[in-house]
């Protein structure tokens, strides 16, 4: 899962939603070093990728991009799960995704202290940009993969894979539902056993 995702499952503990923000850039045991609240969140950012990556219906979305994108179509996967989200999110809480984004932005100026050096370098454009809320649409979700192609020096083709989404449109977004509704659930519990 992307950005909104993992900061959606994290629930409403603001120092989880930190945490499982800067998750991958903590490595091995360094979550030990942070708070317990958001060593919490690294945890369940990286329960959250273990799932998702063993998933069949993950698996089948992949499925359909790796003969263009290789290994990077989990990535993209992952982007397009996040613009699903976006676009239904009021079928998954009923605070105003604009609101939602700009609580969260509001919330890492708040942070920025604790955030990776890599994160501190990144929010302003998060910000300026206004990626969370940019995944809501297609055009949206076509930067943000045009973003990732150049941050891949080209390499990843991703900026072309707006064409898969709009091809395989209601087949990303089924499988999308249907394996969010489970992640929600793995999300909740793992939670609880943290």
Sequence with gaps: ?????????????????IGNFIADGIKGKRYEKFPPSIAKGILLHRG??????????VHQSTARLHKNYSHYSGVIVDILYDHFLAKNWSKYSDQPLDEYVQDFYELLRKNFT????????MMPYMIADN?????ATVEGISKILAQMN?????????????????????????????????????????LIEL
């Excluded at 909104?4 to 989880?16: K, V």
């Excluded at 959250?48 to 219906?57: G, K, Q, V, W, Y």
């Excluded at 604790?114 to 370098?121: F, N, S």
């Design 1 to 17: 899962m992307n950005f909104l995702a993992h900061i959606y499952l994290s629930g409403e503990n603001e120092s989880i939603i």
């Design 48 to 57: 959250i990728d273990t799932f998702t990556d063993a998933h069949p219906t």
């Design 114 to 121: 604790i955030l990776p050096a890599r994160i501190q370098r």
């Design 131 to 135: 990626w969370l809320l940019s995944y």
């Design 150 to 190: 150049v941050r891949t020096k080209g390499v990843s083709k991703m900026n072309l894979a707006v064409a898969e989404l709009e091809e395989y449109y209601d087949e990303f977004e089924a499988e999308f539902t249907s394996f969010f509704e489970e992640l929600r659930t793995f999300s909740k519990q793992k």
